[in-house]
């Protein structure tokens, strides 16, 4: 078989499931620095109170194409990446099963974020209404580049589609001969349902851009109260794609982590069949909590009761997996190379996570927290040290494999703990601040907050320090890196992948493995 | 070739359902209409005449009818019911009316969206004529006096003693193409005929 084309073909003509792999990503690298300047940019704002960088309209710009790029850009490409590099190998095939729609849907996406982080460049600025662009400020308040956001989240869309559709032949069709359901690595079982969700509610998502669309420019009145419509009708449908949206970031993340603990703790994974059915229950279940974003819109009160009870029992089957993988850890003979460490941290991190969003579940309670900066803590130790951190892991975990050279171990401890320590001083003031009555989304606020908002916005820049010490430790890798040729890069590590010689050729398993 | 085979079916299959996905979407919408006509829950009330059964009045209690008529965004109408609260019996058929005034010089089409509080009440406030059913033009410095005809429920639960009904006044000239002094009617609540009626 042909080895890679040379040049800048390689890439744009990519078919090869690694090569793509490692563009979606480098996109999410790329996406992941601009989202975090958006993000610099909002904490610099924030350091005092008052108005000194920014005007409150360009604050706007910012939190709502920081939430997109973040989004969209960089976690969802990254998983997406990780599944493409990883999964054909963990099942044993030879590639992705339908490799030029792969090559189709990564190359919408650089069009997409282009469009849509040009529009900071329209007159008018950029979307300004927030990730949820609620209507009606994303159609009768919105800026005239609202059209080039909506048909953005229209191509990325049928990007995440696709790509979703090619994870799931490629699991169905593709597994070598006695790689049954129940023999698939837990990071394959996860993005088989993370792909089921992304099939299920993108579509609704395009739904509800196509309206608002109609809305701005054909006359009609899907969200218009004016015309018969309804805008709160437009939060039932963007949360409807929302809360399982939540599941699609994360459920990858948990796969990852359920690789990497039982490698370092040198036991395999503790209650795997318990953790497919928790998965396949969370996925369930986030399908039917979507209004708990929406307590607050005046429903009545056996909603508001029907949609607390309801995602709370999305805790149990959390519960459970946070207790497998404690329990993989419990009597192990741990040790805590970095990406045992960014997981220890996930697990520690998301869990905090998952206990303020029960504490948001409770429908009264909320009434208080909802759209204040509680919320954002909330999310940030979901998405942050959820997604991002098992990112990380994911990337120091693979990335000899990938290669062939060695990261550097103590660049790899260093920047585990400067980003540990600045995620958590940057998002734990948080929770204090949104208790106190600060709502997010202000450019400004009153002077009590600002001790706390200092102190977060020190953490954003150390932990915004921390990625360019990633980045930097990824090429250092890249180029200098320690040659390493060992298959099994982690003493006991299992799966396909460490069968394989590092760096992994650009062929695999063009022969199925066999599997015990 | 097999595997040809197998890819396209899966693909297939999965293209179909993200296709229902989108329809599924677009299919919320007159599922939330349903939904909340058939629970009456958001408030919201019927968008057309009652044509129900007729009721007896029940003289064992009195309920009291509240009217808030507001202005939407920068509608600059006056905009005002002529009684603030009403005290009615229930299963008695009541007349009032609500005061608007264009105090621009433009001719001007309004819209009227109702809202009944609490939510539950909905569905037991029956309007027999409202002006909230139709748009309403009005040409500058004009006013006019826009009748409410409605009727509540007996069977309305016990425990509601007061009913506060909300009109949300809208300027929908951009949208109302009407031909001035035209006063074609355009019923409230037809996607389809915003459509027709939208002005290029
Ligand atoms: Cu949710």
């Not at chain 1, 191509?155 to 070598?176: D, E, K, P």
């Not at chain 1, 369930?284 to 029992?313: C, D, K, N, Q, R």
């Not at chain 1, 805590?336 to 998301?350: G, N, R």
Request: aromatic share 16%; with cysteine; hydrophobic share 50%.
């Amino acid at each position: 078989m042909a080895g890679p084309d040379k040049g800048f073909s390689r890439w744009l003509l990519a078919t090869n499931h690694k090569d793509i792999g490692a563009l979606y990503l480098w996109f999410s690298f790329a996406m992941f620095l601009i989202g975090g300047s958006f993000a610099m940019i909002i904490r610099a704002e924030l350091f005092q109170p008052g108005l000194q960088l920014v005007e409150p309209n360009f604050f706007n710009q910012m939190t709502t194409m920081h939430g997109l790029v973040m989004v969209f850009g960089a976690i969802m490409p990254a998983f997406v990446g990780l599944a493409n590099y990883m999964i054909p190998i963990m099942i044993g095939a030879p590639d992705m099963a339908l490799p030029r729609m792969n090559n189709l849907s990564f190359w919408i996406l650089p069009f997409a974020f282009a469009i849509l982080v040009s529009s900071l460049f329209m007159e008018g600025g950029a979307p300004n209404f927030g990730w949820t662009f609620y209507a009606p400020l994303s159609t009768t308040y919105a800026p005239p580049s609202v059209t080039f956001f909506i048909f953005g989240v229209h191509l990325m869309g049928i990007s995440s589609i696709m790509g979703a559709i090619n994870i799931v032949a490629t699991i169905f069709n593709l597994r070598a001969p006695g790689m049954t359901l129940m023999k698939m690595p837990l990071f394959v079982w996860t993005w088989l349902i993370t792909a089921f969700l992304l099939i299920a509610v993108m579509p609704v998502l395009a739904g509800a851009v196509t309206m608002m669309l109609m809305d701005i420019h054909f006359g009609t009145s899907f969200f218009s109260a004016a015309g018969g419509g309804d805008p709160v009708l437009f939060q039932h449908i963007f949360w409807f794609f929302g809360h399982p949206e939540v599941y699609i970031i994360i459920l990858p993340a948990f796969g990852v982590v359920s690789e990497i603990i039982p490698t370092f703790s040198r036991k395999p994974l503790f209650g795997y069949a318990s953790m497919v059915y928790a998965t396949a229950a969370i996925a369930f279940l986030s399908f039917i909590v979507w209004a708990h974003h929406m307590f607050t819109v005046g429903m009545p009160l056996v909603g508001e009761l029907y949609f607390m009870w309801a995602t709370m029992l999305i805790a149990v089957p959390t519960a459970a997996k946070v207790f497998n993988w404690i329990t993989t850890m419990f009597k192990g003979s741990l040790t805590f190379e970095t990406p045992m460490l960014f997981s220890i941290a996930f697990v520690f991190l998301f869990t905090l996570g998952g206990l303020t969003g029960l504490m948001l579940a409770i429908a009264p309670a909320d009434m208080q927290y909802h759209d204040s900066y509680f919320v954002v803590a909330h999310f940030h130790y979901t998405m942050v040290a959820g997604a991002i951190f098992s990112i990380s892991a994911s990337v120091y975990y693979w990335l000899p494999k990938w290669c062939g050279r060695m990261y550097n171990e103590t660049m790899g401890k260093v920047h585990f703990w400067i980003a540990f320590l600045g995620f958590n001083l940057t998002f734990f003031p948080q929770h204090f601040l949104g208790l106190a009555g600060m709502p997010r989304r202000i450019p400004d606020y009153s002077i009590q907050f600002a001790d706390f908002n200092m102190i977060s916005s020190i953490g954003a820049f150390i932990y915004g320090l921390a990625q360019l010490i990633f980045l930097f430790n990824i090429i250092r890798t890249i180029y200098f890196g320690e040659k390493t040729t060992k298959e099994q890069t982690w003493e006991s590590a299992r799966g396909l992948e460490w069968t394989l010689p590092s760096p992994l050729p650009f062929h695999t398993f063009e022969r199925p493995p066999s599997i015990k | 070739m097999d595997g040809d085979n197998k890819n396209n079916k899966i693909v297939l299959k999965l293209s179909i359902t993200a296709l229902l996905m989108f329809g599924f979407g677009f299919a919320l919408v007159p599922l939330y209409d349903v939904f909340c006509e058939v629970t009456g829950i958001n408030g919201k009330t019927e968008s057309e005449s009652y044509q129900g059964k007729s009721f007896q009045k029940d003289e064992s209690r009195q309920i009291k009818v509240q009217f808030i008529a507001r202005n939407n965004d920068a509608m600059p109408w006056f905009f005002n019911p002529t009684e603030k609260t009403l005290m009615v019996n229930p299963g008695e058929s009541i007349l009032t009316y609500f005061h608007a005034k264009n105090p621009t010089l433009e001719r001007m089409v309004a819209q009227a969206i109702p809202s009944v509080s609490p939510g539950r009440a909905a569905n037991y406030f029956h309007k027999t004529a409202c002006f909230c059913f139709e748009q309403q033009p009005l040409s500058g410095l004009d006013s006019i006096k826009m009748p409410l005809i409605f009727v509540v429920d007996p069977d309305l639960p016990k425990d509601i003693k007061t009913i506060t009904l909300a009109y949300t006044l809208y300027d929908i000239t951009d949208k109302a193409a009407i031909a001035p002094d035209n006063k074609a009617k355009v019923s409230m609540s037809s996607r389809d005929n915003d459509f027709l009626t939208r002005r290029d």
